[in-house]
């Protein structure tokens, strides 16, 4: 029978490896976990064997007086730590500073992490939920968060990089593979511990190419119920409005439309377009009771025809609302912000 490497073995404890970075991280954690395996078992085998030889066998029996302090095995001792330590540092340097520096070919594409959610930017102003890449071709990722600390993790890639608000942290990598592997946020921060995950997709170039043309409109073979729920998603609603009548941060939207919401100043309101369209891009002028004025205002992040379709969406979740079947046969031209 053919014996089988000690690093083939490690290798199937790993993700799938689908970048070019992988060789960079793997090579130098089964080193490191070989030599550490060789020590742990030098140092206990000396032990045990130690014991055995020197354990005192009779209960009359005294060993002898200590002989003291070693110099030499204390150098050796230290020599060694110190050597498993630059060895360490040796074989990670190379695949750390070629990870940290971008080619300067690399496709852009812009992150937006928060809490529940991420958001990709392409160049042209095109969004989507998901992480899209060409085999072969090397990609920058520039991300911002706009809460708490994110830290954006792809396995396959040997990825991982936290995300800190305030400033912009940067990441790259080339595919290799053709397929569809996990993403997510693995960092927990915040009062929340809704995860965000997503996926990134690696496809051929020419998929890749004609992806990147479907999502130049987001109303393209949608209705506007659906573009709606797609930027419930996008824009990160989800984390503070549930849509089953849970409380968040802010009032759940299930049922939502067609009522009377009652405010913190003691009036009511009717829940309709006027004023959800009020709540997307001024939404503290008008705080539910019970809750605090703490939204970010929308005003030049959503264009009306995207706040139609929220609107519309809204609609389907209330029993006042209608079906909003005949606002999604309306014309679905216009809108300046292109999402999908």
Known sequence: MASVPVTMLLATWLPRAASTATKGVDAPFQALY?????????????????????????????????TGFSRLLFGLWVLAAAALAVFAVAIGLPGYLDQSVPPYEAFPVGV??????FSFEYPGGNFADTLHAAVGRPVVLNMESTDVVHGLSIPALRLHQAITPG??????????????????DDLFSGDSLLVARTALVVQNQAD???????????????????????????MGCKACHTINGARLVGPSFKGVYGHEAKLRDGTTVAV?????????LYPNKKVV?????????????????EIGAITEWLKTLSDHGGTGDGAAA???????????
């Open 208 to 234: 890749y190419d004609q992806w990147l043309q479907s999502i130049a409109d987001i109303f393209a073979g949608r209705t506007l119920p659906e573009v709606g729920e797609l930027l419930y998603s996008r």
């Open 34 to 66: 070989v030599v550490s395996a060789f020590a742990v078992i030098l140092v206990v085998g000396l032990a045990v064997a130690f014991v055995r030889l020197f354990g005192r066998r009779d209960a009359e029996q005294k060993g002898e007086a200590g």
């Open 289 to 305: 009771e019970g809750y605090e004025p703490v939204m970010t205002p929308f005003l030049g992040k959503l264009n009306d025809k």
């Open 330 to 340: 309306a014309d679905t031209t216009g809108g300046s912000r292109k999402e999908k």
């Open 272 to 280: 309709d377009d006027d004023y959800i369209r009020e709540s997307i």
């Open 167 to 184: 400033k912009t942290s940067r990441a790259w990598f080339t595919a290799t593979v053709a397929d569809t592997f996990p993403l997510q």
């Open 112 to 117: 937006t992490a928060r809490t529940g959610a």
